[in-house]
């Protein structure tokens, strides 16, 4: 699970604009044109574009500043407020007259979209604007734990003003990270990373994505050409890809998808909250992954809370509980991307016939730590242990059972008699058998820093089971 030891203090940069939604029912046909008639119920509004990375944002506990350009006109005055509302920094807010405040008008009917209209402007903010932006981020710029760009190709984030903010950004040691837009992705040189969805990714580095060659050749590409850290490519229902050393993908699983709006403004809000609060990159993408999915179960553009994330990834776990079986290598990998309090326990067992017993011994192993990893023997490895007429179910029957327990974390099979080389790989920190192993030697206790012998219910075990049944 999450937990957010600190409250970053992020910078936003970009585009502002109001999201505004009329909501109403259709059940008729105009007599003057052939168009809905939509009776309105009701009227919200919502931050939109970089606001809507800021809601995101402080949903997820940061504190934050924005730094943009709006119009002196009416519509700043509900921006303002909305900002205001959320608790968001608005020192940097500057007002250009003549320019207009966006405000994106959407009539819905029965939560579907019957047409939008669009007030604002898209030519570049004044070079008086943009200096004086520069020079109000410059001021404060120290203050931040990171900054968060977020590009909507609507004037603020011009060529010379972003790359002066990405210029001092680096000189205080801040992380960049960028949600890009446009074919021209040179404006963005030197940053930490960018968050280009597939789409976006294959335009900017004119290379046609279509497989996972095509989709490396293009995060590389770009990673190489912009001096970035990283890229980090959304795919969608696929996930994310991750350019560091190498191309990583995570996978996504949204159990619902009711509307995708804003879900790469959550990506980059979690993307920044995580590298905030110490999460590697690996950490904070699957942080991020898992914002999002929440974000898509709701309609219209929404926000998830680190709570709401963790509850997801408690059912994710209980809806996925396959996804828990892994090999010894794959493990490894998961684990190296674990916080650094999180207290590994590691028992093992060939678990035949799952029993009471089994379980409560296993609910007592997971309560010495924060992770339960169960090694299973193989059926090769069972049958030399307790002979030729064992096992009665086989072991990926067996590793479905297990990983479908709440408590059990990984399920990992190996095939030795004993798991001393898969203790080596993974590192546990506290190691459990039964108490039937008071003064006997436990495989692996070398390795580990603790040992624990846990008690068995009495009368209840495979073997007495398997008695009762051939009596019958």
Known sequence: MYKISKVPKILVVGDLMIDHYLWGSCERISPEAPVQVVDIKNETSALGGAGNVISNLISLGANVDVASVIGDDENKNDLLDMLKKLGAGIDMLLFEEGRKTAKKSRIMASHQQIIRYDLESKNDISAKSQERLQEAISKKLSEYDLVLISDYAKGVLTREFTSAVIKMAKEKNKLILIDPKGEDYSKYKGATLITPNKKEASIASKIKITDDKSLKEAGEKLKEELNLDFV??????????????????????????????????????????????????????????????????????????????NRYENQKLRFNYESKILNADELQKVLEHKDKKTKIVFTNGCFDILHVGHVKYLQNAKNLGSLLIVGLNSDKSVTRLKGNDRPINNEQDRAVVLSSLGFVDYVVIFEEDTPYKLIQKIKPDILTKGADYKDKEVVGSDLVGEVVLIDFIEDKSTTNIIKRIQKQ
Do not use: C, H, N, Q
């Open 232 to 309: 980090i490519v959304t795919l969608s229902e696929d996930g994310m890809a991750i350019f560091d050393k190498k191309m990583t993908k995570i996978p996504t699983i949204a159990r619902e998808v009711y509307d995708v709006t804003g879900a790469g403004d959550t990506v980059l809000a979690a993307l920044g909250v995580g590298l905030s609060a110490g999460f590697d990159i690996y950490k904070a993408a699957l942080f991020a992954t898992s914002a999002a999915a929440v974000v898509v179960a709701k309609l219209g553009s929404a926000t998830a809370s680190v709570d709401e994330i």
